[in-house]
């Protein structure tokens, strides 16, 4: 079974548009992390926003927001008023604690954002 | 501190050959993970450490593969008998270990072009 899922291939929102990113995760270890990275075409791996298997609240950093909905094992990733700089791959990230931290990383999402 | 650091950025190597890449991890980091991405996909685990024991290693990694941390700084992945499926992009990234957060930083990468 696939650990992180992203379903969204490709994604188009207009600038200053908020747009959210789906993830989905599975996992039976009771402690773990969850993260979103950004890829520019120029090729970087960018850490953008982590949240706790047992923070209370979602993860806020800037325009960046994580929407945590550990009952639904989901965490997606809301980015409020798009910029053109924000075109990119998009991946979501898990790392199991009581795995040796393995992390997994879903296939990912290409955001485009339009002028 | 300069971040995560990989060299080569680029290698082509005809079949067969031997080739080893070398990462330098942000320097107060005692966990260093390898990933393999291909186009279009998100980096799949490799391997890993925590300080220079190598604790995990992906069933999908063949004994072609093999990395070493000797003191627990810098790291190299080589890789034997290159095959043309090997062709890709090489990512080393760097995380401290704790049970919150520890958010990975990635290198640049080496991309490997097996001819």
């Known amino acids: 079974a696939q650990k992180i899922t992203q379903t969204q291939p490709g994604m188009f929102v207009q600038e200053k548009e908020a747009v959210t990113l789906d993830c989905t995760y599975d996992?039976?270890?009771?402690?773990?992390?969850l993260f979103w990275y950004k890829q520019p075409s120029s090729g970087e791996m960018i850490f953008l926003i982590y949240?706790?298997?047992?923070?209370?609240q979602n993860a806020t950093e800037g325009r960046y927001s994580l929407n945590f909905q550990k009952a639904r094992k989901s965490a997606n990733l809301v980015i409020s008023a798009s910029q053109l700089g924000d075109s990119a791959m998009y991946f979501c990230?898990?790392?199991?604690?009581?795995?040796?931290?393995?992390?997994?990383f879903g296939s990912g999402t290409k955001l485009n954002v339009k002028p | 501190d300069t971040g995560v650091s990989q060299n080569p950025r680029h290698k082509i190597t005809k079949r067969g050959q031997n080739v080893t890449f070398r990462c330098d991890p942000i320097?107060?980091?005692?966990?260093l993970y390898w990933y393999r991405q291909t186009l279009g996909q998100g980096p799949e685990f490799l391997t890993y450490?925590?300080?220079?024991?190598?604790?995990?290693k992906s069933r999908l990694l063949s004994d072609r593969f093999s990395a070493e941390r000797p003191k627990g700084s810098f790291s190299t992945l080589e890789i034997q008998r290159t095959e043309q499926g090997d062709s890709a992009m090489y990512l080393c990234?760097?995380?401290?270990?704790?049970?919150?957060?520890?958010?990975?930083?990635f290198g640049p990468g080496t991309r490997l072009t097996v001819t």
């Open positions: 990234a760097s995380s401290l270990a704790q049970i919150q957060g520890g958010e990975q930083y």
């Open positions: 996992t039976s270890d009771p402690s773990y992390g």
């Open positions: 949240q706790g298997s047992y923070d209370q």
């Open positions: 990230a898990m790392r199991e604690v009581y795995n040796f931290n393995k992390f997994y």
């Open positions: 320097s107060e980091h005692n966990r």
């Open positions: 450490f925590q300080n220079e024991a190598q604790l995990e």
